[in-house]
Nanobody, 127 residues
Framework: QVQMGESGGGLVQAGGSLRLSCAASGRTFSDYAMGWFRQAPGKEREFVASISASAGSRYYADSVKGRFTISRDNAKYTVYLQMNSLKPEDTAVYYC????????????????????WGQGTQVTVSS
């Protein structure tokens, strides 16, 4: 079974940057699209960014577009989320997951199409 391990979270001031990493087990990593989601206290889990298996396509939530960049290194079985210009509203637990359902670009935005969720990493942005 594939397992995900997120790291790189922490406390940062507004305007700062963090780089999250998600290391996946299993040699099939390069066969799957990957995604980042987040969940703030009292809120639903929401889509942040996703990337196709070959990294040829990338998708972003409007709230992070232009500030966050998703990337992957298939040789290291790792997906990254570079977060710049952080805002207090970015505070949440960030999760990575593997996309296992759907082929249309619209399917990259929905958590129901992902599985193998990690434990998450806390990101806190102070004002």
């Amino acid at each position: 079974q594939v397992q995900m391990g997120e790291s790189g979270g922490g406390l940062v001031q507004a305007g700062g940057s963090l780089r999250l990493s998600c290391a996946a087990s299993g040699r099939t990593f390069s066969d799957y699209a990957m995604g980042w989601f987040r969940q703030a206290p009292g809120k639903e889990r929401e889509f942040v960014a996703s990337i196709s298996a070959s990294a040829g396509s990338r998708y972003y939530a409007d709230s992070v577009k232009g500030r966050f960049t998703i990337s992957r290194d298939n040789a290291k079985y790792t997906v990254y989320l570079q977060m710049n210009s952080l805002k207090p509203e970015d505070t949440a637990v960030y999760y990575c997951a593997r996309k296992t359902r759907g082929f249309l670009s619209s399917t990259y935005y929905y958590a129901e199409n992902f599985d193998s969720w990690g434990q998450g990493t806390q990101v806190t942005v102070s004002s």
